[in-house]
């Protein structure tokens, strides 16, 4: 356990370092007066536009925009103001290399974050590494933290699967049964979520009698199902893509109204979709780990209320605008925390073009903490600068009256794990 990564947030002081007297105003743009360039911050982002992770690239653009305003609305970034740069990698590995060369060679940008899929951030990180342009990663693999990528990249924003299924483990073990069937998708997120829950059910005293793993594009499930035994206490599921909405109902009509095992989830099963959808009437009392509670809980704090209104989430998790619009508010949140760690960086390293670059990375690696805030609405968190990793609350949730209402909280310690390496001794 590595418990010397506690630590506190940066001092004002220290975030402001190399922001020196000497100054030039920047007449063109009203309100930034302290840049000592006018031009604006460019920072890249690799948008699941298209492909299987096209709900949630809806949603990351929507969450990054807003948070985009209310950075620029505060001054930038060093002064300067910052515009993102969107682009499609169609969730798609070979297509994610190709649009960090697009976005660092053609665009010019600054930085990169956003992407979330780990199949594609993999496919994608060495081209980041070969051009030296800062990577910041919105997925929840365990692909940074394990060391298999390099030091420009880091995934600051959001937990990897590891720290959040270890962190998860005892509640479920305690709480519905030591027998768990896992189904997971067939690519390297899954085989996180397979390898990292059966150690952690196995430390319990629990065992994970059977594993289905299901490709990412299968559009029915019903020749999977018959696999789960019928000594299962509990079902472990964790689906993704477009497809999840006809998983959990045709888990539902396996089950029927007859005895069934537990049921544990991830929200990612059921991100973008409605709990209160016709059809998924069974999931009533069933639980799901969600990364950001999507029901707006009875002690939610004023960031949590100021975040949503930024993005325009209503207190069911959907669009104000539209109420069958369902965000994927587990993870989404990592767009917006990202944006702002971007920002306490380039400050902390008195960023001022790609020669700083390096000083960008290393100023992040030396943060340990982030206060919970309307910078970061998901809470507080410890970040690891030698694997480049943010650790933070988890949150358990029961389906009650259709909606998601949180049983459980994690303790950020939960959830750290022994160092697999330290990026900080590794050559840019």
């Known amino acids: 356990m590595t418990k010397h990564l506690i630590g506190h947030a940066p001092s004002r002081r220290s975030v402001l370092k190399g922001m020196g007297a000497g100054l030039v105003a920047a007449s063109a743009f009203p309100g930034y007066t302290w840049a000592q360039s006018s031009a604006p911050i460019k920072l890249g982002f690799q948008l699941h536009r298209t492909g299987i992770g096209a709900a949630y690239g809806r949603w990351y ?3 990054a925009q807003a948070a985009l305003k209310v950075l620029n609305d505060g001054g930038g970034i060093n002064g300067r103001p910052v515009e993102i740069v969107f682009e499609d990698d169609a969730t798609d590995p070979k297509r994610g290399a190709e649009v960090v060369e697009k976005l660092a060679s053609q665009a010019g940008c600054d930085a990169i974050f956003g992407p979330l899929f780990s199949h ?11 051009l030296k342009i800062p990577y910041l990663v919105c997925s929840e693999g365990y692909h ?5 990528l390099n030091r ?5 924003g ?7 299924v270890s962190s998860m483990a005892p509640w479920v073990m305690q709480n519905l049964g030591k027998k768990v069937t896992m189904v997971y998708p067939d690519y390297a997120f899954g085989y996180d979520h397979r390898d990292f829950f059966t150690e952690a059910v196995k430390a319990q005293g629990g065992e994970v009698i059977a594993q289905i793993a299901i490709p990412p594009t299968e559009t029915s499930f019903t020749r999977y199902l018959p696999q789960i035994p019928a000594e299962t206490e509990v079902l472990y599921h964790v689906m993704v893509g477009p497809a999840v909405l006809t998983f959990v109902k045709e888990l539902g009509d396996f089950y029927g109204s007859g005895a069934r095992p537990q049921i544990f989830g991830f929200i990612d099963s059921l991100e973008a979709v409605d709990t209160a959808t016709p059809g998924l009437e069974f999931l009533e009392g069933t639980h799901f780990w969600e990364g950001h509670n999507r029901v707006k809980q009875a002690d939610a704090s004023e960031a949590e209320t100021f975040y949503r209104a930024a993005v325009g989430v209503d207190d069911n998790g959907a669009s104000v605008s539209d109420a069958k619009d369902v965000s994927t508010y587990a993870h989404m949140f990592s767009c917006w925390e990202t944006l702002f760690i971007i920002k306490q960086g380039m400050e902390a390293a008195g960023y001022q073009g790609p020669a700083d670059r390096q000083k960008f990375v290393e100023a992040i690696e030396a943060m340990t903490a982030f206060e919970a805030g309307n910078d970061h609405p998901q809470g507080a968190k410890m970040f690891n600068g030698k694997t480049h990793q943010v650790f933070g609350h988890q949150f358990i949730s029961k389906v009650e009256g259709g909606k998601l209402i949180r049983v459980h909280q994690t303790a950020i310690e939960d959830g750290m794990y022994p160092d697999a390496v330290d990026y900080t001794t590794q050559s840019f």
């Open 158 to 164: 959001i937990t990897d699967v590891r720290a959040q």
């Open 61 to 63: 653009e929507r969450t």
């Open 152 to 156: 420009w990249t880091l995934q600051p």
């Open 144 to 148: 940074v933290a394990s060391g298999m």
């Open 120 to 130: 594609v951030v993999i496919g994608s990180a060495p081209r980041a590494g070969e």
